[in-house]
């Protein structure tokens, strides 16, 4: 027996194809602080001139919305899911994207799956002046199922430290402005995929229908980009108090990670209409409110407070926030108030 | 029919109380640049003064050596395989490491693996001086198979722009140099697992043989930890020209990214005495030569190159230092030259 590791399941040649073609594409998103070529043993950046920089990073899957990838064999949208989310999460520090790396581990490496990944990857960190200077591209046969693979990003930005957004200056009367969310964004689709029953052999079919109230199929809508709210915010961040990115957790899981311990937030859900996507998985699950508020964004992507001198200022910049909730002193229970109506 | 995301797969109960765990690892690696604790959207770290800081950093995973760690259930090993691993990475580019960010994802979370996992983390980036400062923990049921999950992690170092390490200086006559490799690192486990079969049920039973030419069993030699270079190396980084880390690809593959394109390196193999690990998976897979060297790092876990003069100085700060090779003038041929003796 001669074993190689071709034979082994890892195919070196079909990585260094695939290599080439995720080069073209990080090479076209190089911004001027990229200071090598990919191929070294680690991605340089040089940062430029800052006063105080403080780096801003953070780690990020796409979740289950991958399942949703691979069974319509469509793989252009993950990677735009993946930048965004990471862009939105600095966002919330007030920093600005430098670079991004990504890692893409499959069972058996398809150059095409790979590239259409990279892709996606590529033109949303274009869209956002981030550099994509590395990434690691694992195959582990035996760890992933044939024709499938997880992804995650890694970013870093920067933010001069007088301007980090945490949410400390948040006091009683300050407003709270949601923007809407593109649908889904990244989380719940475990509970979506259970909800639709997406775990079976007819999942395609069931993504490829039609729904009225939706416009359009529901593979098309799960599919939907996690929206990046990087430019309209970046001429508001020195008006901002406090961003939450509302991810897995939903409203109640991130605002809370911005409130300092004497203020809570009450959200009124008249005061936005809340996508029919969010209404169609919620009773094809029968799932109680309380739990989609915990799981979903309900239709608001980024939360924003502001003081309530400021308000009108950030609302006319921002014609499609709407006024969602406002700050109160804290006093007993819940820190994240939800008033459905 | 009342659906939670829980009955869905994914407990947030439970991740709560393993993120409860990976905190008290992570503060314990804290370092002064550390600006907030962990539960921002982002980490943050402030960078200090530097004259022309250039960020380094590396994405990397640890492969299928998990698939040894979740036959063995022992977690407690891979966090620093994959730590040490980015560390060398961006130490090849002449970079100290400032923070680090890890992905874990399974199929369902159980916090004593992933608090094993992050323990390993957590002490490999003490040892670095490494804030661990963020990571995402994702819950994918239907992804990954029960038990088992993903690894992967990302760096961020620094190094003034005036000592970034990459090879350009090397001329033909300088000095090559390699240090010792702990065992396989990270790299060549799918060969590995295809050549003793440990795709099997009985790999457990396989792993616990013990053999007398490694002086332990199978499963110990194999998850020996990844060797971390930087407390040998920092002393000496002004001294190198360049640092190449032996990954996948081998001393062929990686030697080739930091050497100019009229030089070669001719190694052999007479120099150093190659582990016998290395041996016993040859004959047990009946591999040839060039194969083994071009997937595993057959004892030089990371090759130094340096000018003549300097050979001694640094031969006698890194008694384990063999000298393996030299640089010659490129002519015809392959970049990297092995003389298998």
Chains 1, 2 share one sequence.
Not at 225 to 247: E, F, M, Q, S
Not at 272 to 297: C, H, T, Y
Request: glycine residues 12%; hydrophobic residues 40%.
């Amino acid at each position: 027996m001669h074993l190689t590791y071709r034979s082994a399941g890892v195919d070196l040649d079909a990585a260094d194809e695939a290599v080439r073609r995720v080069r073209q594409y990080a090479r076209a998103t190089f911004t001027e602080g990229v200071v090598t070529d990919i191929g070294a043993f680690g991605g340089l950046f040089a940062l430029g001139k800052y006063r105080e920089p403080v780096l801003v990073s953070s780690v990020d899957g796409v979740g289950t919305k991958l399942k949703i990838a691979f069974a319509l064999d469509r793989h252009d949208t993950v990677g735009q899911d993946l930048v965004n989310h990471c862009v939105n999460d600095i966002l919330a520090c007030g920093a600005q994207p430098l670079f991004f790396l990504d890692y893409f581990a499959t069972g058996g490496l398809k150059p095409d799956q790979l590239g259409d990944v990279v892709k996606g990857l590529a033109s949303a960190c274009r869209e956002a002046g981030c550099a994509l200077i590395g990434g690691e591209t694992a195959e582990m046969p035996g760890l992933y199922a044939p024709g499938e693979y997880d992804l995650a990003g890694f970013i870093v930005g920067v933010v001069e430290r007088p301007r980090i957004i945490d949410g400390s200056g948040i006091v009683p009367g300050d407003a709270v402005l949601g923007l809407p969310s593109s649908g889904l964004h990244t989380n719940g689709y475990s509970l979506v995929r259970r909800a639709f029953g997406l775990d079976s052999p007819d999942a395609r079919a069931k993504l490829e229908q039609y729904y009225v109230e939706l416009g359009r199929t529901l593979g098309e809508e799960l599919l939907e980009v996690h929206r990046c709210y990087l430019k309209p915010l970046v001429p508001l961040l020195t008006r901002l108090k406090g961003l939450a990115h509302i991810t897995g957790g939903g409203l109640p899981g991130n605002v809370v990670r911005i409130l300092p311990p004497d203020i809570k937030i009450r959200f009124r859900t008249s005061q936005w209409e809340i996508p029919p996507i969010f209404r169609l998985v919620q009773r094809q699950g029968g799932i109680e409110d309380a739990e989609m508020f915990r799981v979903f964004n309900m239709g608001i992507g980024m939360v924003l407070v502001c003081a309530a001198k400021d308000k009108d200022e950030i609302r006319s910049a921002l014609p499609e926030a709407r006024e969602i909730g406002e700050a109160l002193p804290r006093g007993e229970g819940e820190p994240v108030v939800i008033e459905v109506s």
